[in-house]
């Protein structure tokens, strides 16, 4: 794979079937994840390290991190929300973990029984935990705020906290910070004052944008990112996804609507749009009966489209 302008990291089998009604037996989550690999994403958010009884499509997570270690080049990442989900995720063997930290206290406490407070208590020893390790075992850690953009239960969400918590995550030995709008409640003006806020705190820290099409904002609010410099995006294939603890915030932005739009943009994101788009058909048999989002899939590449990583 040669050169890439914007890191897309695919979060459909953790956030996507987090949300989805039907169990998606084990052998379709690799061929997916495999599939993915070979179009070329380069990291994939295999699973998260929950408790089954909470959300039984995870059951399998260790199984499926075992398969992901064994595509080569592929950054192995998974996300956790507590510190035994943390543990779970390290004796796996994850490159990359995150960290859910819930910026409004009723959703933080609601998904994960914590205050934000205490969920910057527990990534600081989580990643004492992992500072413990031996260097190649020792994952990178991503700070994943979340309702940064708004809050299903509590409404507006404060930008000092969001600010707060970025600091407090970065202090805490967290590697970056992601900023995610769980609820689909961002618009592009505000991804670019909030983010442009985070960066001025943290400087480098500064993770990626994960984003929810909820109101269709989704990929306008991709292109505000860019322009604040953001080059790391979570989207999720079919635009599969949600959040099971924040009612009516569904679907991440599209994995082949994203793609499209950089490449036509003039940036390479290193994956193959046809061999993405080939993935849907897994996900149908896998998951049948449930809902695949997207337009360019409808639609298909414009006539003469040369993407930017194809040039
Ligand atoms: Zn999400």
Redesign the pocket.
Known sequence: MGKTDVLISE?GPR?GLQNTKAFMPTEYKKRWISAAAAAGLTEIEVCSFVPPKLIPQMVDAAEVVAHAKTIPGLTVAALAPNYKGAQRAMEAGVHKLTLTISVSKSHSLANVRMTPDEAIASAKKICDFRDSLPPEQRPKIESGL?TVFGCTIEGVVSEDEVVRLAIASAEAGCDEVGL???TGYANPEQIRRVFKKVRAAIGEKLGGA?L?NTRGLGLANVVAALEVGVRTF?S?LAGL???PFAPG?SG?IVTEDLVFMLEAMGLRTGIDLERLLAIRELLAEGIPGELLYGYVPLAGVPKGFVPASGR
């Open positions: 979060v956030d979340s995610a709008d769980t994960h929810h979570d999720s996804g949600g959040c915030a991440n």
